[in-house]
Every structure is written in C-alpha cells, then in structure tokens.
C-alpha cells in the first residue's frame, strides 16, 4: 500500500483540497536539500520530515522486522512518543513534548501504519489500542476512511486502515464493504481496478496507486504482508460489486495487465513527463504476491532489482522499505536486491540497530557450517589418525549487514 505517491504530497494536497490525490503510502520524492525542521536522532532519514516522519519511520520499523532486524529502542520510542494522548498520530510532531490540541493535524495513514509497526514489533498493546479507538472515532459515515478525519474516504486510507485493524485484531469485514464500493465492476473501463475517489459525479476512475493498496486492503492485510501460496493467473470476475476476496482477485487481474507490456507502471503527475513508477510498481509486486499471484510479479521484480535501487538510494528510508517489503512478499532475499544490500542500506538511514539478525539465525549457520556432524567428533578422529597439525577449526563465516 505504499500506495504510493508521497506522503509529502498526500498531506499538501490534502491541505490545498486536491480530492483527486492519492493517499500516502510511498515516497517518490528525493530528499529535501535543507529541511526546514531538525532531525531527531531517532528518525530514520535525513529529508525534512513534516509531511511524512510517522510513515517512514512505521514502514522502516515493518520492514526491518521482516528481515529479523531489532530497531533501536530510541527508532521505536521517537515513534510511540509522536502519538497524541487521543491516540491518534499526524505526520509530524517537531515537538512531541507540547500537548495535542484541536489543530494538531492527525490522519488516518500515519496512525494506521504506526499501528501495524507497533503491533507487529509487540509489546506496545495500549499505544496501539488507543489509536484503533482514534481510528473508530473517525470513521466516515460510508464505513470507511478518508486521510483526515471528515475527509471523503479513499481506498488507500481505507486499506491502510484495514491493515491496522487487522494487525490489532479487529474484525475488518464491514470496513471491506466500504472499501470494495470503490472497486470497478468488471466489463467497464478500468473493470477490476479501485478507483482513489469517486469524482463529483460518482464516476469511478481506475488507479494503479490505488488498486495495489485496495488488493491488500480486500484480503485484509497489511503493508507487510506475507506471500499467499500460488494461485491461478488473476481474472475479473462478476459484474456488480463484488466481496472482498473476489475484489482483490479483481484487481490483482488488472495489475497483472498493467504491468505486462513494461513490468513497471507509470506515473503521472499534472505538468510533469510521465516516469516509471518504482514505488507503486513495488507495492504492486506485494499485492499481487500477497493475493497468490507472485509468478505474475515475478518480470516486476527482476524490473526493480535492475531499477530501482538508484531510486531508493535518492528517496531514503521509505523507499527503501517498500522494496524491502516487496522482496518479503515476493519471496526474494533483501539482502541480495539486484547486487544491492537494501537491508544494510535501510539501516544505515537511522540510528543502529539493537541486532542484525533473526532469531535462529545463529543455529543454522551452525548446523550449515558442521553438516550435521559435531565439529569436536571431527577433532576427535583427526587425533586419533595422528595428524600432528594441530586442531581443525572450521571459521564461522557471519553475514555482513
């Protein structure tokens, strides 16, 4: 869900009334030449982070725990310290000392992915409680969420909703109904695909930013979401609406179709040339992975492997976790993305990580290195035989992060 413009934007645009931007869930923006505020230490990224500090730093926090990275408590505590005592969480708090008020700018994407972050590292149930509660309280009458409270919703505020509900364990149906009135009945222009907002005649347009994000949000997953055993090639299916399950299939087919001429999508910004989309295509590659279809993503990673690394290295922290977050679903090995480390180098945009490894990591590097067979039984038989060299040593070789 990354889903995909930058937060920057989502936020700026959602200020100037622009309904037809789509929500946050990415970072196509290079870093900010002097920021306009300080960085807190803890803060994963050096660009000003006024429009999207909680969301790079959730989907950082997300994708570091996929690989089995252990954040540094001040990258976890800068995060919960953002969050206002109503639970609720906006962009950017310069200064999370000074008490919330009535215009404290919060919104749904950023309590939504700080949720899925706290949640998913664990042991943080009442800040995530309380901001469920938030986001129950600012629930549009449509059953579903826009990016500000009383904002029309859209279907990537929406999913990203979903996604924190499920993380907390909520039940999620009734904010699929709403989600799923956003989907393009198929046989129509666009069939298959969500639209971001109906226009202000109630017509639905298909986009790609908001499609990935309505696939996750249909199965009820979040941003870091895991591969679903292989299906069957996507189709559209059904005439009317359909339920949440066929909606993802739905837009998972219109993907699919998408990304078949170039295995990239595009993106379009009014006034600019159109440019491959590296963020939206990597949220793409989650979503149709996490519906079943990762054969269908497969010509979009091996893109982004060749790609988008120069992307992300310009874009920082955000981006880098999206593709994090695309080889986890995908199946692929962040840690080898193309020849580039996206691991090592998402780590490098904060604070130090408490450790580098997954749990367990340590025991099959251990079993992998012996066979199988102690390494004090090989001493043993080398004795034995009077090779007078001395002890074998067999060097354990550690990853380098």
Known sequence: MNIRRSAALVAATAVIGMATAPAALADDSAPSASPSVAIPSGLYGKADPTYDGVWRQSLSLLAQHTTGVKPAAKAVAWLTGQQCANGGFAAFRADPGKACDAKTPLDSNSTGAAVQALAALGGHDAEVG?????LKSVRGDDGGWGYNPGGASDANSTSVVIGALAAAGEKVTSAQDALVKLSIP?????????????????KLAANADATAAGVLGGLGKGLAADGAKQAGAPSCEGSGTPDAAQAAQNGSAYLTEALAKDHHLMSSMPGAKDQPDYGNTADAVTALSAAGHGDQAAPALSWL???ATQWAAQSGPAAYAQLVLASHAAGADPRDFGGTDLVKALNATGPAPSSTKAAGDEKKEEKKDD?????????AVAAVAGIGIGFLFSGRKKQQL
């Open 130 to 134: 309380k901001a469920v509660k938030w």
């Open 186 to 202: 198929c046989g129509k222009d666009g069939g298959g695909a969500f639209a971001y907002q109906p226009d202000k005649k109630g």
């Open 305 to 307: 492997e060749k790609n």
């Open 371 to 379: 066979g199988g067979i102690s390494v004090w039984y090989v001493v």
